[in-house]
Protein backbone atom coordinates (compact mmCIF):
# COMPACT_ATOMS: atom_id res chain seq x y z
CA UNK A 1 0.00 0.00 0.00
CA UNK A 2 1.06 3.37 -0.76
CA UNK A 3 2.25 5.83 1.89
CA UNK A 4 2.91 9.30 1.54
CA UNK A 5 4.72 11.76 4.06
CA UNK A 6 4.90 15.35 3.63
CA UNK A 7 7.83 17.19 4.56
CA UNK A 8 8.98 21.45 4.46
CA UNK A 9 9.49 24.98 6.16
CA UNK A 10 6.53 25.37 8.44
CA UNK A 11 6.98 29.14 7.91
CA UNK A 12 8.01 31.00 4.45
CA UNK A 13 8.07 35.03 4.05
CA UNK A 14 6.04 36.45 1.77
CA UNK A 15 7.19 36.86 -2.29
CA UNK A 16 9.16 33.77 -1.01
CA UNK A 17 8.91 30.35 -3.13
CA UNK A 18 7.86 27.59 -0.67
CA UNK A 19 8.79 24.15 -1.59
CA UNK A 20 7.32 20.58 -0.22
CA UNK A 21 8.06 17.19 -0.72
CA UNK A 22 6.25 14.19 -0.79
CA UNK A 23 7.73 10.78 0.43
CA UNK A 24 6.57 7.82 -1.28
CA UNK A 25 6.95 4.52 0.27
CA UNK A 26 5.12 0.69 -0.75
CA UNK A 27 5.12 2.10 -4.09
CA UNK A 28 7.26 3.45 -6.96
CA UNK A 29 7.15 7.00 -8.19
CA UNK A 30 7.53 5.96 -11.79
CA UNK A 31 4.61 3.13 -11.13
CA UNK A 32 2.63 3.86 -14.73
CA UNK A 33 -0.90 4.33 -13.16
CA UNK A 34 -0.33 6.49 -10.27
CA UNK A 35 -0.98 10.23 -10.35
CA UNK A 36 0.82 12.44 -7.90
CA UNK A 37 -0.32 16.03 -6.84
CA UNK A 38 -1.63 18.62 -4.50
CA UNK A 39 -3.91 19.68 -2.50
CA UNK A 40 -4.32 22.36 0.45
CA UNK A 41 -6.47 23.44 3.44
CA UNK A 42 -6.82 27.14 4.42
CA UNK A 43 -8.07 27.45 7.79
CA UNK A 44 -11.60 27.77 8.06
CA UNK A 45 -12.30 26.63 3.99
CA UNK A 46 -12.54 23.77 2.12
CA UNK A 47 -10.09 21.66 0.42
CA UNK A 48 -8.11 23.14 -2.86
CA UNK A 49 -7.09 21.51 -5.89
CA UNK A 50 -3.63 22.55 -6.58
CA UNK A 51 -2.41 20.27 -9.31
CA UNK A 52 -1.49 16.77 -10.43
CA UNK A 53 1.18 14.99 -12.23
CA UNK A 54 0.37 12.15 -14.07
CA UNK A 55 3.09 9.47 -14.53
CA UNK A 56 3.12 10.11 -18.18
CA UNK A 57 5.28 13.34 -17.25
CA UNK A 58 2.48 15.59 -18.05
CA UNK A 59 1.03 17.59 -15.73
CA UNK A 60 -1.95 19.80 -14.94
CA UNK A 61 -3.16 22.76 -12.34
CA UNK A 62 -5.28 25.00 -10.76
CA UNK A 63 -5.61 27.83 -12.91
CA UNK A 64 -6.24 30.26 -10.08
CA UNK A 65 -2.72 28.85 -9.57
CA UNK A 66 -1.31 27.52 -12.62
CA UNK A 67 1.80 30.63 -13.11
CA UNK A 68 3.03 30.17 -9.74
CA UNK A 69 2.54 26.18 -9.02
CA UNK A 70 5.09 23.23 -10.55
CA UNK A 71 5.49 19.87 -9.39
CA UNK A 72 8.42 17.64 -10.13
CA UNK A 73 9.10 14.59 -9.28
CA UNK A 74 13.04 13.38 -8.34
CA UNK A 75 13.15 8.95 -8.86
CA UNK A 76 16.41 8.59 -7.20
CA UNK A 77 14.49 9.54 -3.89
CA UNK A 78 11.16 7.98 -5.00
CA UNK A 79 10.12 12.00 -4.29
CA UNK A 80 7.75 14.40 -5.54
CA UNK A 81 7.63 18.30 -4.74
CA UNK A 82 5.68 21.43 -4.61
CA UNK A 83 7.01 24.72 -5.59
CA UNK A 84 4.73 27.48 -4.93
CA UNK A 85 6.24 31.09 -6.13
CA UNK A 86 5.44 34.52 -4.72
CA UNK A 87 3.72 33.46 -1.36
CA UNK A 88 1.20 35.47 0.61
CA UNK A 89 -0.36 35.18 3.63
CA UNK A 90 -3.43 33.72 1.70
CA UNK A 91 -1.06 30.85 0.96
CA UNK A 92 -1.20 30.05 4.47
CA UNK A 93 -3.05 26.35 4.82
CA UNK A 94 -2.48 22.96 5.55
CA UNK A 95 -0.90 21.12 2.36
CA UNK A 96 -1.70 17.27 1.62
CA UNK A 97 0.07 15.26 -1.01
CA UNK A 98 -1.98 13.03 -2.57
CA UNK A 99 -1.26 9.13 -5.28
CA UNK A 100 -4.45 8.51 -7.37
CA UNK A 101 -5.08 4.95 -8.76
CA UNK A 102 -7.74 4.64 -10.41
CA UNK A 103 -10.83 5.34 -7.89
CA UNK A 104 -8.15 4.27 -4.83
CA UNK A 105 -6.72 7.56 -3.31
CA UNK A 106 -3.94 7.42 -0.92
CA UNK A 107 -3.05 10.99 1.44
CA UNK A 108 -0.43 12.00 3.45
CA UNK A 109 -1.12 13.51 6.97
CA UNK A 110 -0.73 17.22 5.86
CA UNK A 111 1.57 19.99 7.06
CA UNK A 112 0.98 23.09 8.02
CA UNK A 113 2.52 26.27 6.13
CA UNK A 114 2.09 29.63 7.17
CA UNK A 115 2.98 32.59 5.15
CA UNK A 116 4.07 35.18 7.43
CA UNK A 117 7.00 38.41 8.17
Known amino acids: QVQLQESGPGLVKPSQTLSLTCTVS??????????WGWIRQPPGKGLEWMGVRHYSGSTNYNPSLKSRTSISVDTSKNQFTLQLSSVTPEDTAVYYCNARRGLINYWGQGTQVTVSS
Open 26 to 35: GGSITTEDIH
